[in-house]
């Protein structure tokens, strides 16, 4: 036991730093360019898709426009993505002769939820009876990587650590400026509706576990979550499979931007792990420099100047990311993704989807189906 009345929280350590992604995918009609609640016959088609591990291969989410395709436990990002492009290949061939065509971005440019339909299960049919309004408003997709992590003892260090890498993170993937027909004049306007959520948003900083155990012992008694899996955080550990899930990137449209993606968040938490192996005390934000910087790089995205570190200095964060970049491409060479790591400097260049997106619809004098179409193009590549 943690502590008196205190349930334990078993943390399955993972012995290698294994990498493993969710990557949530949107069903869109052909013709209408709308969302499409059909993910029960896409499921039909697919059938019983498993990872090298056993594990589900596609799974269901809340809407029934979505399905979450999952990969196994991997040892390189570049494994992980190959495996993913796997099944969207099976995917996109049971999608097809429905008349619907796969997407992914933070938000859908037009779509109304009002017209979604839900996934029925006790856990969701629980979420939308306590979060009414805002349950129902979630028609938002991201992308999560889970990172293997020795011991529980490191997993709020890193964790916390981790938070000065959040405002690098989301400007990078930010791919929802739009909602609902308007632009919301946000890069990522999916954060900030994700935190509406009772249990969403950005985690606390406890020091160590066994406050995080009275955290959840606080939680369960009094009917906050039932179980782990319904505490949301931007980054969260999960106990279960011994790893640091990282939560905080919008819905991304290319392979090769999420193998960058990937890359970079294995390469931060390895880094991190590494340093305290080598004795070192992690660096942290003050949790309100933290929430000014999630803040900032929704509503400004690669724009955004960031605060760096518990001094309050500044930087924008494109500056403050070529330097991040470079101190862990050693990280990246002993974990095989030097490659995708290197993709993580191409996103500015290009820009990153929210700016595509905004680009796509200045083109066609605000046709937001010439958005879908780019991002359903994008995710073909």
Same mark, same amino acid.
């Given at each position: 036991?943690? %502590?008196?009345?205190?349930?334990?929280?078993?943390?399955?350590?993972?012995?290698?730093?294994?990498? %493993?992604?969710?990557?949530?995918?949107?069903?869109?009609?052909?013709?209408?360019?709308?969302? &499409?609640?059909?993910?029960?016959?896409?499921?039909?088609? =697919?059938?019983?898709?498993?990872? *090298?591990? %056993?594990?589900?291969?596609?799974?269901?989410?809340?809407?029934?426009?979505? @399905? +979450?395709?999952?990969? %196994?436990?991997?040892?390189?990002?570049?494994?992980?993505?190959?495996?993913?492009?796997?099944?969207?290949? =099976?995917?996109?061939r049971a999608a097809d002769p429905l008349g619907v065509d796969l997407f992914?971005?933070?938000?859908?440019?037009?779509?109304?939820?009002?017209?979604?339909?839900?996934?029925?299960?006790? *856990?969701?049919?629980?979420?939308?009876?306590?979060?009414?309004?805002?349950?129902?408003?979630?028609?938002?997709?991201?992308?999560?990587? !889970?990172?293997?992590?020795?011991?529980? +003892?490191?997993?709020?260090? @890193?964790?916390?650590?981790?938070?000065?890498?959040?405002? !690098?993170?989301?400007?990078?993937?930010? &791919? &929802?400026?739009?909602?609902?027909?308007?632009?919301?004049?946000?890069?990522?306007?999916?954060?900030?509706?994700?935190?509406?959520?009772?249990?969403?948003?950005?985690?606390?900083?406890?020091?160590?576990?066994?406050?995080? +155990?009275?955290?959840? *012992?606080?939680?369960?008694?009094?009917?906050?979550?039932?179980?782990?899996?319904?505490?949301?955080?931007?980054?969260?550990?999960?106990?279960?499979?011994?790893?640091?899930?990282?939560?905080?990137?919008?819905?991304?449209?290319?392979?090769?931007?999420?193998?960058?993606?990937?890359?970079?968040?294995?390469?931060?938490?390895?880094?991190?792990?590494?340093?305290?192996?080598?004795?070192?005390?992690?660096?942290?934000?003050?949790?309100?420099?933290?929430?000014?910087?999630?803040? /900032?790089?929704?509503?400004?995205?690669?724009?955004?100047?960031?605060?760096?570190?518990?001094?309050?200095?500044?930087?924008?964060?494109?500056?403050?990311?070529?330097?991040?970049?470079?101190?862990? +491409?050693?990280?990246?060479?002993?974990?095989?993704?030097?490659?995708?790591?290197?993709?993580?400097?191409?996103?500015?260049?290009?820009?990153?989807?929210?700016?595509?997106? /905004?680009?796509?619809?200045?083109?066609?004098?605000?046709?937001?189906?010439? =958005?879908?179409?780019?991002?359903?193009?994008?995710?073909? *590549?």
């Amino acid at each position: 036991m943690a %502590g008196a009345g205190i349930d334990h929280v078993p943390f399955d350590g993972s012995p290698r730093p294994t990498v %493993g992604i969710e990557w949530e995918i949107a069903l869109v009609d052909k013709a209408t360019r709308d969302l &499409s609640n059909t993910a029960a016959a896409v499921f039909d088609s =697919v059938g019983d898709l498993r990872s *090298h591990d %056993g594990r589900p291969r596609v799974t269901k989410e809340l809407l029934r426009n979505t @399905i +979450e395709i999952v990969t %196994g436990v991997h040892d390189t990002v570049g494994s992980a993505v190959d495996e993913l492009a796997g099944t969207m290949r =099976v995917l996109r061939r049971a999608a097809d002769p429905l008349g619907v065509d796969l997407f992914c971005a933070g938000t859908h440019p037009f779509a109304q939820w009002s017209a979604q339909q839900l996934t029925r299960s006790a *856990h969701y049919d629980e979420l939308i009876e306590r979060t009414q309004w805002w349950g129902r408003q979630m028609m938002i997709w991201g992308v999560h990587v !889970h990172v293997g992590v020795s011991h529980r +003892e490191k997993v709020f260090p @890193i964790l916390n650590s981790l938070l000065l890498s959040y405002p !690098h993170l989301l400007a990078l993937s930010a &791919s &929802s400026p739009m909602w609902s027909g308007s632009d919301t004049g946000y890069a990522s306007n999916r954060t900030l509706m994700f935190q509406q959520l009772p249990t969403a948003g950005l985690p606390f900083q406890f020091e160590n576990w066994t406050q995080f +155990e009275h955290f959840v *012992h606080d939680q369960l008694k009094t009917g906050v979550f039932a179980q782990l899996g319904g505490m949301h955080w931007d980054i969260r550990p999960a106990p279960k499979w011994g790893t640091i899930e990282v939560r905080v990137c919008d819905g991304i449209s290319t392979r090769t931007e999420l193998a960058a993606m990937a890359a970079l968040i294995h390469c931060l938490v390895v880094d991190l792990d590494r340093r305290i192996e080598q004795g070192e005390t992690l660096p942290a934000l003050p949790p309100w420099h933290v929430q000014e910087n999630k803040w /900032r790089a929704a509503r400004y995205g690669l724009d955004a100047i960031i605060i760096t570190d518990a001094d309050s200095n500044e930087r924008l964060v494109t500056d403050d990311l070529d330097d991040l970049l470079n101190r862990l +491409e050693p990280t990246a060479v002993q974990l095989g993704c030097r490659n995708e790591l290197a993709l993580v400097a191409e996103i500015p260049k290009r820009g990153a989807s929210y700016q595509r997106q /905004r680009r796509v619809a200045a083109a066609a004098q605000g046709d937001l189906i010439a =958005v879908v179409d780019s991002l359903v193009e994008e995710l073909n *590549h």
